[in-house]
């Protein structure tokens, strides 16, 4: 356990242990410097990403609810760090004028979201290198040995030279909700068996390249094959939002931003939900 870690015995550090051994992302924040009215140095927050409330307090319960949320997304990405409060959870430096400054050490664990990237296209290093930017453990995989290789891909951790139904057999069971599944082939002999065993993992994002003409051909195999309607309405396709993305960077943060507006929730203008040609 670290020197910032929960005092063994206590309700936190019992709990904290449980999470590391059980290999469940936690994040556990610390005050390290500054004190005000309740806040103290030594203060600690354990935060999961599960629903479940915070365990423990740093001293002031709407600190509590900026650290915790600040928390998630340091977890989400795998990364710890220090970060700068007003003893009311304030986070702007206007608000912390004539207030002192509350540091707190936030402290993930939790391996890097993933995300698999299929085809070997122009698009796929310019969202390779998006991905990377986020935090994301980059996969690239395609059938084609001499489209698929660590030269033209360098940005990503892993490129492997397979379909994909074996690679989702090997590795599929690692995927969870923080993780990505971007489909960006046009070959049904390759993104059907993709969907398919992408639909067979908790996935937390699939996404699937093509125009509007291509998805609903590409549904109609789905369908053929086996998948039903709750498969197909797991995939985001037409892939990306709505921003009239051109370029392969262009689309590439169209598709990140969907991703990240997927996890938060919010509801942005998908390609998915709009009609009419993806390309003004």
Do not use: N
């Not at 990403?49 to 915070?54: F, L, N, Q, V």
């Not at 070997?120 to 059938?143: H, I, P, Q, S």
């Amino acid at each position: 356990m670290s020197a910032t870690g929960p005092e063994r015995g206590s309700p936190i550090f019992d709990r904290y242990s449980a999470l590391l051994r059980e290999e469940v992302p936690v994040a556990l924040a610390t005050v390290i410097e500054g004190t005000s009215g309740d806040i103290e140095v030594g203060a600690k927050l354990l935060v999961t990403t599960d629903g479940t409330a915070p365990l423990g307090s740093l001293g002031h319960p709407e600190l509590d609810r900026v650290v915790a949320r600040d928390a998630i997304a340091e977890l989400e990405a795998a990364r710890s760090g220090v970060r700068s409060y007003g003893p009311e959870g304030q986070t702007t430096p206007e608000d912390l004028i004539d207030q002192p400054t509350i540091r707190i050490f936030v402290e993930s664990h939790a391996p890097p979201p993933q995300m698999w990237i299929f085809g070997a296209v122009d698009f796929t290093a310019a969202l390779a290198r998006v991905a990377k930017v986020l935090g994301y453990r980059v996969t690239v995989c395609d059938a084609r040995e001499v489209f698929a290789t660590k030269r033209r891909f360098p940005m990503a951790d892993a490129v492997r030279v397979t379909w994909p139904t074996p690679i989702f057999e090997e590795l599929g069971s690692e995927l969870g909700p923080r993780d990505a599944v971007c489909i960006l082939t046009h070959d049904p002999k390759f993104d059907v068996p993709a969907v398919q065993g992408a639909l067979a993992t908790r996935a937390g994002y699939i996404g699937v390249m093509g125009s509007r003409t291509t998805h609903d051909r590409r549904m109609q195999r789905l369908a053929e094959v086996g998948v039903d309607q709750a498969g197909l309405d797991r995939l985001m396709s037409p892939i990306g939002l709505d921003l009239g993305a051109r370029t392969p960077e262009e689309t590439a943060v169209s598709i990140c931003a969907e991703i990240i507006a997927a996890r938060t929730g919010k509801g942005v203008p998908s390609l998915k939900d709009s009609s009419g040609p993806i390309h003004s």
